[in-house]
């Protein structure tokens, strides 16, 4: 499968804990996404890579959020001191450069299967 | 697997029919537009897009139609089949050449058999 993958699919842990979720998008996309969905919504832009290079954060990242993306290709998000109101599912979408002529939708966000966080 | 959207609008029709779902979107500003279908544990996958310089576009069974007058979108799906069933999200760029998408709310399409 050369889709996006996240790790792990599934997360429980204990309020005050710390998690860090992994994602690894299709080979050669330089473009790599977070986002957060609750139950009953769309997906909410949480932050956005260009390769290595974090060019935008939502106001909903909080300071407990981090993300990184140190060789421009997996990213990892981490959570710290997890609140019950960060029970989510976490997708990561990553694109082709725009330049790529084999994108036939340059625009276009491929998803993974997203990670599951229930803090209890 | 767990559900999406348990309380999202609904729409349901008979296998063979035409569906057509609608969405608002809310940046007149916003030049290019994606609509999505998600089933249940699975990410958000892509079915058509078309950018602001158009009013229609066609795909394999599916059409988008973009409203800019009124700021609308629709996705159209011929002869609906059971595999189309999943929930429905349309996504607007944030502004013009930007990658960030904001998204719908969604709307369930349920097919009757």
């Known amino acids: 499968d050369t889709g996006v993958s996240q790790n792990p699919r599934h997360k429980i842990t204990k309020r005050g804990q710390n998690v860090t979720f992994r994602c690894d998008p299709i080979?050669?996309?330089?473009?790599l996404y977070w986002y957060r969905q609750t139950l009953g919504q769309g997906p909410e832009f949480l932050t956005y890579?260009?390769?290595?290079?974090?060019?935008?954060k939502s106001r909903l990242l909080s300071d407990r959020f981090s993300a990184e993306r140190p060789k421009g290709s997996f990213s990892t998000l981490e959570i710290q001191r997890t609140e019950q109101g960060d029970s989510a599912m976490y997708l990561c979408?990553?694109?082709?450069?725009?330049?790529?002529?084999?994108?036939?939708?340059?625009?276009?966000?491929?998803f993974g299967p997203g990670t599951r966080l229930t803090v209890t | 697997g767990e559900s999406v959207g348990l309380h999202l609008p609904t729409l349901s029709v008979q296998e063979g029919d035409n569906s057509i779902i609608n969405c608002a979107y809310s940046?007149?500003?916003?030049?290019?537009f994606i609509w999505y279908k998600q089933e249940s544990g699975k990410g958000p996958q892509f079915i058509i897009d078309?950018?602001?310089?158009?009013d229609k576009r066609q795909g394999q069974r599916v059409t988008v139609l973009l409203n800019k007058t009124v700021k609308h979108l629709s996705l159209q799906i011929a002869a609906t089949q059971p595999g189309d069933s999943a929930v429905y999200f349309c996504?607007?760029?944030?502004?013009?050449?930007?990658?960030?998408?904001?998204f719908g709310t969604g709307t369930r399409l349920k097919v009757l058999a």
């Open positions: 979408a990553s694109s082709p450069p725009v330049w790529d002529r084999r994108a036939q939708h340059s625009y276009e966000q491929y």
């Open positions: 080979s050669e996309h330089n473009r």
């Open positions: 890579f260009q390769n290595e290079a974090q060019l935008e």
């Open positions: 940046n007149s500003a916003s030049d290019y």
């Open positions: 078309i950018r602001s310089n158009m």
């Open positions: 996504a607007e760029n944030s502004s013009p050449g930007t990658y960030k998408y904001i």
